[in-house]
């Protein structure tokens, strides 16, 4: 039985692009969902999570400088991201009404932007539960190497190798 909320918890999970010639393995950095499909790291196609049955669980994973990884979406990152959004579609029609005209929800765009980011950020009544691709730098590839040190510590407190 596992002691995780979530199959792909702490897993390494591969995406591909529809014929695989764009692949992708990605770190689950948490006990949380994953995307079925997500964009590639060069925007140029999506990727779909592919070969299920072979996604690792790798909770002492420290991913490389440069890989990506599943995050908690924080709400500084839901607003950037529905910024983006709100600026392209705010005079487009979706759905036969433009964002503009809907002044029974929002009047400006940064009222769109906040309640928007606001219903990414807590899905599910649950603050951070959706997830976020981040790519690792320095900090974020030092913070796991800490992260992994003292889970392995805690589970061996006293290691003597031989």
Known sequence: MSTYKHPEAYCRMSYANGDRSVTEVL????????????????????????????????????????????IDLTMDAAR???????????????????MCDRTDVWTTKEEAVEQ?????YETGGVPGAQPDVVVV???LHKLYRERADALLKRLIPNPRFT
Do not use: M, Q
Not at 33 to 44: E, H, K, L
Not at 82 to 95: G, M, P, Q, S, T
């Open 27 to 70: 770190w689950n950095s948490r006990d949380g969902v994953t995307p079925y499909g997500i964009g590639s790291a060069d925007g140029t196609c999506e990727l779909l999570h592919v070969d299920w049955n072979k996604d690792k669980r790798d909770i002492f994973f420290v991913p490389p400088v440069g890989s990506r990884v599943f």
């Open 80 to 98: 950037a991201y529905r910024r983006v959004f709100v600026e392209k579609y705010w005079e487009k029609e979706i759905y036969g009404e433009r």
């Open 116 to 120: 928007l980011a606001k219903g990414d």
């Open 137 to 139: 730098d320095e900090r």
